[in-house]
């Protein structure tokens, strides 16, 4: 047996050799050798547990130190093994499992990301960095419409009622495709379901669901399911026990097939619903109508003409020819300028609940329909799309008058076509082979064919308004007329541009294009085509930005610094700081632009925050889904279309930031702003954009040429005339954001 006073002088000496390797650990970090210093740390830790209380602010100090290092040297997957030692130490620490979760967001693996930002807000549900990290990841997983159909009180109380109606509901199997954060579920639950299978693909959505549906029953949901899969992968005796007697389900886009309802549907009524079952919705109507609008045929058509003496095509907004696109707008805003020029016609309507419909191969068929002209005028808006879902026989709704509003598909020729009242209109529609995608187009006007001229097809609608719009072609040339006197440009674009274009026609023999990233494939094909229509290839070049020649004493250098939604480019700033450096090695640089002026102002706008959060539960018609699904809410939102956002100025524009390209430091640290209140009312974003300083006296506004941005106030205030409101903005990399003072 240990005597006592051998036992004292193990424990003694143990202490000493403890001190020796933890002051060793303390000089690693000094000495900022971390990886050492981690690995000696967990050694101590895992030798003398009981040190862990003493030691652990240390070994995570050391952690973030060694962490933030391998992130510089772009080491993502030694920092996640570094993490993930860590947790398994301490499983819990919400420090490092949001360290974890941005590691693996930053590897493009945003749903595994996700999961360790939510551990840790289920270990420290009140913590603020958990909810600014998850709020940062959720403008990349988290769709606005979503939160737009959960504040759609019309549609929430629709499918209640629907739901509600079901006979003997608490003696059925009910199947929820498509759960999202599990609302439909609840619903099913209050209206006395006992065996409810929730599926959902996003592991985002199924964890909101388990939780949401959780919560309603106490944390006792045995007979409740929650499944992480595609409803199209369910399988009968693995994910079902057996066939369900009810599907309900939302799984619609504003152009109804755009979500795979149809094959979704058509393997439910194969594989998984019996025979006697129902699917709520019961069925769908679809509509169309023509209209005119002038605004919308300059986002979505262009007609070709010479711009700075390169030829452009006519230019349609679309992937191709074989893929429908259209565009989901609100046509009952005034800026859109609609006149209708025909009735709404039914173009098709569906019975979800009629099995054998799923299998007819007449849905392949290209099919037409006729309509006649009501008002005269010119085909220049596009063809409006909507539908009425049928939930039951006491509910449906509008996609018109509700979340989904209209799909508008454009017009499938050059220019407008002038029509008289009572004229003909012949339209051709088709399914893709799965049936998940419509196409919409006119083929005859009183049994005249229309023959569509050759076109290309663009995705990104900025670029056809932009080749629209003469007043910016016309300033951006008048600023470049005078630089000629350079050998040549380097132009690092974030997409299409006309700059490259510009800069030859006043005489530039070589502009060298350096992408920021790969163009759509619709985009670059348009691209190729005017290079090879116009013959410029060897002119306007290409390349990456170390293969610019280095023989050259006179170069211009434009940068491109803003998304077309409104924002600053991912990283604008410090890659436009490298890519200064590199060229400055040749020689004297004309930068341009040079100074960027970032403009705020505070506004209330209902329709703006009802995309970003859920309002209140009664728009959800129950309760407890606002707190469970609002720390997903995002504190950005890019790509507003100023002219139709319902908005009121509550303050005028203050400068934020002016940020001077020249400079070595382009972007300051922060600034400190004072809003005056000219109105009362709810703030609830700071709306911002940039007015940019070309030289030469040429300036233009991202408000007036671009769709813009907002910050969003999670912690809305009411606000009074003549207040005075202090913020505190950071620009960081070109990231934007806000602190009260």
């Known amino acids: 047996m240990e005597s006592s006073s051998e036992s004292e002088s193990s424990d003694s000496s143990t202490d000493v050799e403890a001190s020796l390797f933890v002051t060793r650990a303390k000089n690693l970090v000094t000495a900022g050798r971390y990886g050492e210093a981690f690995a000696m740390y967990g050694y101590i830790l895992a030798s003398l547990p009981s040190l862990k209380h003493v030691l652990f602010p240390n070994y995570i100090n050391c952690t973030k130190l060694l962490h933030s290092a391998l992130i510089k040297e772009n080491r993502l997957d030694d920092s996640l093994q570094c993490l993930n030692e860590f947790l398994k130490m301490d499983p819990g ?60 009180r019309g549609r929430n109380m629709a499918y209640k009622s629907a739901i509600s109606n079901i006979h003997d509901i608490e003696t059925l199997k009910v199947l929820d495709i498509g759960a999202g954060s599990g609302l439909l579920s609840l619903y099913a639950m209050e209206a006395g379901a006992a065996n409810i299978f929730a599926v959902e693909a996003s592991p985002i959505f199924c964890s909101i669901a388990k939780n949401l549906l959780e919560s309603y029953c106490n944390g006792d949901i045995s007979d409740i399911s929650v499944i992480q899969k595609h409803s199209s992968n369910l399988i009968v005796g693995d994910d079902l026990p ?19 309802c149809f094959p979704t549907l058509k393997y439910c009524s194969e594989n998984l619903i019996k025979p006697t079952g129902r699917i709520i919705p019961s069925g769908a109507i679809l509509y169309f109508s023509l209209f005119e609008s002038l605004p919308i045929s300059n986002m979505l058509n262009f007609s070709n003409r010479y711009i700075c003496n390169v030829y452009f095509p006519n230019i349609v907004f679309g992937v191709s020819s074989q893929t429908a696109t259209y565009e989901s707008l609100d046509l009952s805003s005034q800026f859109w300028e609609v006149k209708w020029l025909t009735k709404p016609k039914r173009l098709l309507s569906f019975d979800f609940n009629d099995y054998l419909s799923y299998s007819d191969s007449s849905f392949l068929e290209k099919k037409s329909v006729s309509t006649i002209i009501e008002q005269p005028g010119v085909l220049s808006g596009g063809i409006a799309m909507w539908f009425d879902l049928r939930l039951d026989d006491s509910n449906t709704i509008s996609s018109n008058s509700c979340c989904w509003t209209s799909a508008v598909f454009p017009f499938n020729y050059e220019n407008g076509v002038r029509v008289n009242k009572n004229d003909n209109i012949t339209l051709e529609y088709h399914f893709d082979d799965t049936i998940s995608e419509i196409s919409l187009k006119i083929s005859s006007i009183n049994n005249e064919k229309i023959i569509s001229d050759y076109m290309l097809y663009c995705n990104e609608t900025y670029l056809i308004k932009l080749l629209n719009s003469e007043p910016i072609i016309k300033s951006l040339s008048n600023r470049f007329i005078s630089s000629d006197k350079y050998d040549f440009a380097v132009c690092v674009l974030n997409g299409f541009s006309l700059i490259p274009f510009i800069l030859m026609n006043i005489g530039i023999a070589k502009v060298f294009i350096v ?21 410029l290839h060897g002119k306007i070049i290409v390349t ?17 610094f803003f998304s077309s939604e409104g924002h600053f480019h ?3 700033f410090s890659n436009f700081i490298e890519c200064r450096n590199q060229l400055s090695q040749i020689g004297p640089l004309m930068v341009v632009p040079d100074v960027i002026t970032v403009y705020g102002q505070l506004i209330e706008s209902d329709q703006l925050y009802s995309n970003t959060c859920v309002i209140s539960d009664a728009n959800t018609c129950t309760k407890g889904v606002m707190e469970r699904v609002n720390f997903l809410q995002s504190s950005h939102y890019q790509d507003i279309h100023v002219p139709s956002l ?10 934020l930031f002016e940020l001077h390209c020249q400079d ?31 030289g030469n006296n040429v300036c233009f506004s ?23 409101l202090s913020l505190s903005f950071h620009l960081n990399d070109g990231v934007l954001s806000y602190e009260k003072m």
């Open 702 to 724: 991202t408000k007036e040429h671009f769709n813009l941005s907002a910050l969003i106030f999670h912690h809305v205030a009411n606000l009074d005339v003549n207040w005075k």
């Open 664 to 694: 070595d430091l382009l972007e300051p640290a922060h600034s400190n702003v004072d809003f005056y209140i000219i109105r009362s009312g709810s703030m609830h974003a700071l709306l911002y954009w940039m007015n940019v300083d070309l």
């Open 544 to 560: 990456e930005l170390s293969s610019i020649p280095r023989n050259s004493q006179r170069v211009l250098f434009y940068y491109d």
């Open 515 to 535: 992408f920021h990233s790969a163009l759509s494939s619709s985009t670059q094909s348009l691209f190729d085509y005017i290079l090879l229509q116009n013959k």
């Open 646 to 655: 319902k908005y009121n100025s509550l303050s005028e524009p203050r400068i």
């Open 570 to 572: 991912d990283n604008s």
């Open 242 to 260: 057996e066939r369900v007697d009810i599907i309900i389900t939302e799984i619609f886009d504003v152009a109804l097939f755009g979500e795979k």
């Open 93 to 152: 620490n919400e420090e490092i499992l949001c360290l974890y979760g941005s590691c693996l967001s930053n590897l493009g693996k945003l749903n595994d990301g996700f999961k360790y930002f939510f551990d840790a807000l289920q270990t420290n549900p009140s913590s603020t960095l958990v909810k600014n990290s998850l709020m940062t990841l959720s403008i990349s997983l988290i769709d606005r419409w979503h939160f737009k159909m959960l504040n759609d």
